[in-house]
Each structure stands twice: as C-alpha cells, then as structure tokens.
C-alpha cells in the first residue's frame, strides 16, 4: 500500500512539473530595446492612418540616417515605452534635430516600425 502511495505521488508530482514546463513564458518587459529586432516583438494591431509618438531624442546621426528615441507607449503597435533606435527614410528629416529635443514623430507602417517617415521638435 505505501508503495502505491508512493508511486501515486511521484506521478501526481511529474505531472504537474511537466504541465509547467510546457507553459509559454511571456517576454520579458524591455526598457530599452534599441538591438532588439523588432519582429520578436508582439505581433503588431491593424492601425488605420499614421502611426506617432512622442519622444525625447536621445542621439542622432544626420549623415548616417538614424535617430535615438526615448519614446512613450505606442499602443498601435502593441509597444511599451523605451528607448530605441530608427532609421529616417529621408536622413534630410533629421536636419535640426538635436539631442534633448522633444519630438513627434511618425513610424512608415505596422510592418516597417523601424523606419521614421517624420521627426518634429514640440
């Protein structure tokens, strides 16, 4: 009989180990996801229209076409504040963007988040 309760138990304990080890764990929330590629993020919401935010500007390379972004959630998207950085689809949008500066700015697509179409100082 206390084998039996032995056994019982065993099972009862692999079960339940085995139940949690094949559970998804969500990803880890991120404050900074600037190396991280985009499309291991959650899956993107249809959104209708221009996708913006606000941020503050953190770095910027004029010549080589890329933006630093301290940004607030994006909830079209599905994105989390942090800080990231984009590359401008025109680099001649980034000319007068300073470091510091707070901006609105405009991502191309749900599909191409890492492309900004518009950076504005507030």
Do not use: Y
Request: aromatic share 2%; glycine share 6%; net charge negative.
């Amino acid at each position: 009989m206390k084998r039996k309760l032995i056994a019982l138990a065993a099972s009862g304990a692999l079960a339940v180990t085995a139940a949690a080890c094949s559970q998804e764990t969500a990803m880890p929330a991120k404050e900074d996801m600037g190396s991280m590629d985009m499309s291991e993020a959650a899956a993107p919401a249809a959104s209708a229209g221009p996708i913006r935010s606000t941020g503050t500007v953190t770095a910027v390379d004029a010549a080589a076409g890329t933006i630093s972004l301290d940004h607030e959630a994006i909830q079209a998207i599905n994105w989390p504040a942090m800080s990231m950085q984009f590359r401008a689809e025109d680099p001649a949008i980034l000319q007068g963007i300073a470091v510091g500066d707070h901006v609105t700015f405009e991502l191309k697509s749900t599909t191409e988040t890492g492309v900004v179409t518009m950076v504005q100082e507030q």
